[in-house]
């Protein structure tokens, strides 16, 4: 922790807190409030600097998950692209009951009852135009298929979700060429079918 620490100027420290959030989380699985309270101790800070973002970012978790965590996107591009049902096939594969509501924590997390498995889910995964994406454990999944989440649950890989046609009407621009055979998400792909072609 004073190594974290030691990154920043003394006058910057406060710069290392989520730093240290994301050691202690990684170190005993959660974030409680001895963790609030001795973080904001070590950084000269209040508690309540270290509770904000603990409650304010997705990825800081207030309660113990399993060993396999899944963290299922429900902004919009991920809702639009079926992350609900995402979500309520992963509950029937794994038999986890979801909670729906939170005592004040921002993102209740749902655990089986022998421990192995945990499912939420979070906000925006930074890939929405890959949707319907989730997390297992620290990996990340595109395109994720509804119903192919057993094989995420176990660590496998998921099979590419088949997206239907964009509405006649819409005009796709930027993500003119998701779904075909053979896409991938690197800026060379995206040159090579024409990307920027349609803005100049």
């Not at 395109?143 to 964009?166: A, H, K, T």
């Not at 005009?171 to 690197?186: A, C, E, Q, S, V």
Request: charged fraction near 25%.
């Amino acid at each position: 922790m004073d190594e974290a620490i030691g990154h920043y100027p003394p006058d910057e420290k406060r710069s290392a807190a989520l730093p240290l959030l994301h050691l202690w989380q990684e170190h005993f699985n959660f974030i409680n409030d001895d963790a609030v309270t001795w973080i904001a101790a070590k950084l000269g800070l209040q508690p309540i600097n270290i509770l904000e973002l603990v409650t304010f970012y997705p990825m800081l978790r207030e309660k113990c998950a399993g060993k396999t965590h899944i963290r299922v996107c429900r902004t919009l591009s991920c809702a639009m692209a079926g992350s609900y049902q995402v979500m309520e096939n992963f509950c029937a594969a794994t038999g986890i009951q979801r909670k729906t509501a939170g005592d004040g924590i921002h993102a209740p997390i749902s655990v089986s009852a022998d421990g192995n498995l945990s499912i939420e889910f979070v906000e925006c995964l930074a890939s929405c135009g890959t949707a319907p994406v989730c997390m297992v454990n620290d990996k990340l999944h595109e395109n994720v298929d509804p119903n192919s989440v057993v094989d995420l649950s176990e660590n496998r890989e998921s099979r590419i979700v088949n997206r239907p046609e964009p509405h006649p009407l819409e005009h796709r621009i930027i993500f003119k060429n998701i779904g075909r055979k053979n896409w991938k998400t690197d800026i060379k792909t995206y040159l090579d079918d024409g990307g920027y072609d349609d803005l100049r």
